[in-house]
């Protein structure tokens, strides 16, 4: 008589990998597996004792490779993708005369094929879960969203007055009133948040300080609370604004919102890079969580944030790279270059930034940051299955292999990355896209970030000082 098969049948079973955890022990488990049942982690530990438990309907073998959550990219504008280089060995200021003025020549087409550019770009770079800050058109980044398989926090741009910006006068700030930005992030909201089986979390979004009223922050936080989302915002990433708060309100800016009752955990603030002592205690007691865009620092040149501080004082920071670059391994080796070439020499601690920090702000801190960190960030049983495989050593910049964590934060790249699943579906296998056509998207995001950029320069809004190519090309 045969003997009964007791093993339970399972979608994926992912054997034989390095499991970098990510879990409340931080644990790392060698020769580990994963088995993935609908859209979600049903077990995590050695794969030795989990063939025996499941029959799965797919194997991945694992073999010399890590597993690890996906990365989440915190801060993106995914209409950026068309910008790029566009901005390098550009002046201070060159969001208002490319950035800005490049999304607002963009129509709704323009915008579907950047954010599907966007997001075959994070599938590659093994991002899983990226939070937009908002556009003129969320509704077609929600449709790329949903056609892709990635997971995002979508919010739309808002913002009721123009203030005293270098493109106020420039005619590209939408012209809306305070009750109607509420009344649209209203309709906005519910129109999204939870869609694609749950993929998709629909947040608010107020630009920035100078240009969001007081009662568009305070509306904004009501509203987050009634459906249980977030607001995000820009926030003490340049001088001009701090100044601004304190000769409006003789307040800095994150005490001026906390007067205004906004600060809490559903409150997320963008660069938090100009900030006292103060504001990292008020961070700290309300919740508060900073995205830090490493890139967009040096770019703008903004000063020095104060990461290890925030981090010293509980406050959560996770990683990004402002759209326009979404590599989280190189962003994770730029943040510990940038700021350990500072705060270490200063406090004679070479530790300012180890890699299993780096590695908490690309992944679980991305996920806490936006309150979602009870299904995404770690791989444990119950949470969904947003997993990247990723070969670690073995490789002739990854060799000799000792420190694991330091090798994949300093000697690996993004061509390291293998796999990248979400909600339990697999986007790319074998460094293969499955969800887009790479050339098809490649081809036409290069025509359509032509036309815009050739419509803007006529138009007089797209203003570059640098020429595009400077070396005599024949």
């Not at 790392?28 to 029959?55: A, H, M, P």
């Not at 005369?97 to 997001?119: C, G, K, Q």
């Not at 980044?141 to 005293?164: F, N, P, Q, W, Y």
């Not at 992944?363 to 990723?390: C, F, H, P, R, Y």
Request: aromatic share 8%; hydrophobic share 40%; net charge negative.
């Amino acid at each position: 008589m045969a003997k009964e098969n007791t093993q339970k049948t399972v979608d994926i079973f992912i054997k034989d990998a390095t499991v970098i955890t990510l879990d409340d022990q931080r644990r790392v488990i060698r020769d580990g597996g994963v088995v993935i049942e609908g859209n979600t982690i049903k077990k995590v530990g050695k794969s030795i004792d989990l063939e025996q438990r499941y029959n799965p309907a797919r194997t991945i073998n694992a073999k010399g490779r890590v597993l690890l959550p996906g990365f989440i990219d915190a801060h993106v504008h995914a209409n950026q993708s068309f910008v790029k280089s566009l901005i390098h060995g550009e002046p201070y200021l060159y969001w208002s005369r490319i950035f800005r003025p490049f999304e607002y020549v963009m129509t709704e087409e323009d915008s579907y094929i950047a954010t599907l550019l966007h997001i075959l770009t994070s599938i590659r770079m093994g991002i899983t879960c990226f939070v937009e800050t908002g556009s003129y058109f969320p509704d077609v980044m929600g449709k790329a969203v949903v056609e892709t398989g990635i997971r995002c926090v979508l919010s739309r741009l808002t913002m009721d007055t123009k203030g005293d910006l270098p493109h106020s006068d420039q005619g590209i700030l939408p012209d809306e009133t305070t009750e109607q930005g509420l009344e649209r992030s209203n309709e906005f909201v519910e129109r999204w948040h939870g869609q694609a089986d749950g993929r998709i979390r629909a947040w608010l979004s107020m630009h920035m300080l100078q240009i969001c009223s007081d009662k568009l922050y305070s509306g904004a936080k009501e509203l987050a609370d009634k459906f249980g989302v977030g607001v995000q915002t820009h926030l003490c990433s340049v001088r001009a604004e701090t100044d601004y708060s304190l000769l409006r309100w003789g307040r800095r800016p994150i005490e001026h919102l906390d007067d205004l009752g906004v600060l809490g955990p559903n409150f997320l603030i963008h660069h938090g890079v100009l900030v006292s002592d103060s504001d990292i205690r008020l961070l700290a007691e309300r919740g508060v969580g900073v995205v830090h865009c490493p890139n967009s620092v040096v770019m703008a040149k903004q000063g020095i944030p104060r990461i290890p501080q925030m981090i010293d004082a509980g406050v959560t920071v996770a990683l990004a790279g402002d759209g326009y670059f979404c590599d989280q391994i190189e962003l994770m080796k730029f943040a510990e270059a940038y700021l350990i070439s500072h705060w270490a020499e200063r406090y004679n601690d070479p530790n300012v930034l180890l890699p299993e920090t780096l590695l908490e702000m690309a992944t679980l801190n991305g996920a806490k940051v936006v309150s979602w960190d009870d299904e995404i960030g770690s791989i444990q049983a119950g949470k969904k299955a947003d997993l990247i495989t990723m070969k670690v050593g073995g490789q002739v910049h990854q060799t000799p292999h000792w420190d694991l964590l330091a090798e994949l934060v300093h000697h690996s790249y993004s061509s390291d990355i293998e796999t990248v699943i979400v909600d339990g579906k697999i986007l790319m296998e074998d460094r293969k896209v499955l969800v887009l056509d790479e050339e098809e998207i490649l081809r036409k995001g290069q025509e359509h970030a032509e036309r815009v950029f050739r419509d803007g320069n006529e138009r007089g809004l797209i203003r570059k000082f640098q020429k595009l190519e400077r070396w005599p090309f024949e």
